[in-house]
């Protein structure tokens, strides 16, 4: 058995002058439950807006994944805390009902709101996603300090 104390990971690979690493912060619930991507039904009929809501009060963070018109996904990122303003971030990950799929974003808050800061990050199509993760997506949210 080993007694040596642990080394820090950053002693052990100590980055270059001016890149910093985050801190992952999770929240009660990382994960959303999934939705179901609205199919296009009758033709004369639009489809209905796809969109995936998801928040932490723990964390102070909100973010809403929506389709544009051109049918890109976006994703909006919300922070009620101010002093993450240019120094932390938002992982959002899009998950689906294949394991072996998944794809993410870091979503820099750079944007400066009345109450926090914010950013935005565009995650693709959603034919894209729906192809690579199937017909319901969910988000997985992690804040990096």
Excluded: Y
């Excluded at 002058?17 to 991507?37: C, D, E, M, T």
């Excluded at 971030?89 to 998944?102: F, K, P, Y």
């Amino acid at each position: 058995m080993n007694h040596d104390p642990r080394k820090a990971l950053d002693a052990l690979f100590p980055m270059p002058a001016g890149i910093r690493v985050h801190a992952f912060k999770f929240g009660a619930n990382p994960i959303s439950p999934l939705v179901p991507v609205p199919v296009q039904g009758d033709s004369s009929e639009p489809r209905p807006e796809f969109k995936i809501c998801w928040d932490d009060q723990q964390l102070g963070v909100t973010v809403l994944v929506q389709e544009r018109e051109d049918g890109h996904l976006i994703a909006n990122a919300f922070c009620t805390n101010a002093n993450l303003l240019n120094k932390g971030a938002v992982s959002v990950g899009l998950i689906g009902t294949g394991i072996d799929h998944r794809s993410a974003k870091v979503i820099p808050l750079v944007v400066p709101e009345k109450t926090g800061c914010s950013g935005s990050a565009d995650l693709g199509p959603l034919s894209g996603a729906v192809k690579e993760l199937g017909t319901q997506l969910g988000v997985v949210v992690i804040l990096l300090v």
